[in-house]
């Protein structure tokens, strides 16, 4: 199972696409009516899909998956009655499965039998840009994140790698994590972080950033679950983006993690000491983007 790619749906798509290629990085994949879609120097087709909309949300998040694995998930999910649709892609990629919409409404595609690209060099180091490699994980907003984390264990056979107090932390490999659900009091989408090469890959990402009038809204720092390094942005067009790296690998038996054993010292909030927070304006930008499910549940 991997996390592929996310798809938005917001006013400008066209202007939010020439600020992630001009400025964040990402390379334009394709154009396919009014849906711009945007890759990293990875293998997958696409990772961000923005289509044209009055209203801002989250159409899904997509993860691929094997015949055997999107069978089981069909089977649980027919069972639990989740609301959910049998699917055929028409992004790039393609790809057959199913949308799933999980308590609180996230949103959620499996996908069997889509393709993958060929990698692609990304910027040099003397043009002092950076390219994202693919998504590492999209993190939504709960009210109740610990019936989530159950929920994704029973009937995606996802795993909850650790629990804190602001979040639970889940994988669908040996990637620590691939989402995660906050502790909000509302739902909607948190964050997407891409996976950069590298820490230097991450700080010339936030000297680019900076070269064109961006700070970070948080960090850099480095998490504690997950142990990967962070830099979080809020993008002109709403959400909050993340350059990230190095996210822990996790064995299959790897101890899940609670609250307790996730403290920090007084007046940290990351390993190093260093990363300050703007939780005023992060707050708003993680309300902006809510999952809208605009399809009736089908027969699987
Ligand atoms: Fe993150």
Not at 212 to 218: R, Y
């Amino acid at each position: 199972m991997k996390l592929r790619s996310i798809e938005l749906a917001l006013p400008d798509p066209a202007g939010a696409a020439a600020w992630m290629v001009d400025v964040w990085g990402l390379y334009p994949a394709e154009v396919r009516g009014s849906v711009h879609y945007l890759r990293g120097t990875g293998t997958m087709p696409y990772l961000v899909a923005f289509e044209q909309s009055d209203a801002e949300f989250v159409r899904s998040t997509t993860f691929t998956c094997s015949d055997a694995e999107l069978a089981a998930i069909k089977a649980r999910v027919a069972d639990k009655g989740w609301a959910a649709r049998p699917v055929t892609s028409t992004d790039p990629g393609d790809g057959a499965g199913l949308l799933v919409e999980l308590p609180e409404g996230t949103i959620l595609r499996f996908l069997a039998g889509s393709s993958e690209v060929d990698p692609i060099d990304g910027f040099s180091k003397a043009s002092k840009r950076v390219s994202p490699v693919k998504l590492t994980h999209v993190v939504f907003n709960s009210t109740d994140a610990e019936l989530l984390g159950h929920a994704v264990e029973d009937v995606l056979d996802f795993r909850v790698s650790d629990r804190t107090k602001g979040m639970v932390f889940v994988r669908c490999n040996d990637s620590h994590h691939s989402t995660a659900f906050a502790r909000a009091g509302f739902a909607s989408l948190n964050h997407v972080a891409f996976e950069m090469d590298d820490l230097d890959a991450v700080m010339r990402g936030i000297g680019w950033m900076r070269d064109n009038g961006f700070t970070p809204a948080w960090g850099p720092g480095r998490h504690g679950p997950g142990d990967n390094v962070y830099a979080y942005y809020i993008a002109p067009f709403g959400p909050v983006i993340e350059y990230s790296t190095a996210v822990e690998k996790v064995p299959a038996d790897y101890r899940t993690g609670e609250p307790d054993d996730w403290t920090w010292p007084d007046n940290r909030i990351d390993q190093w000491g260093v990363s300050d927070k703007d939780f005023a304006r992060l707050r708003i930008a993680e309300e902006r983007f809510r999952c809208r499910r605009d399809w009736d549940p089908q027969p699987l």
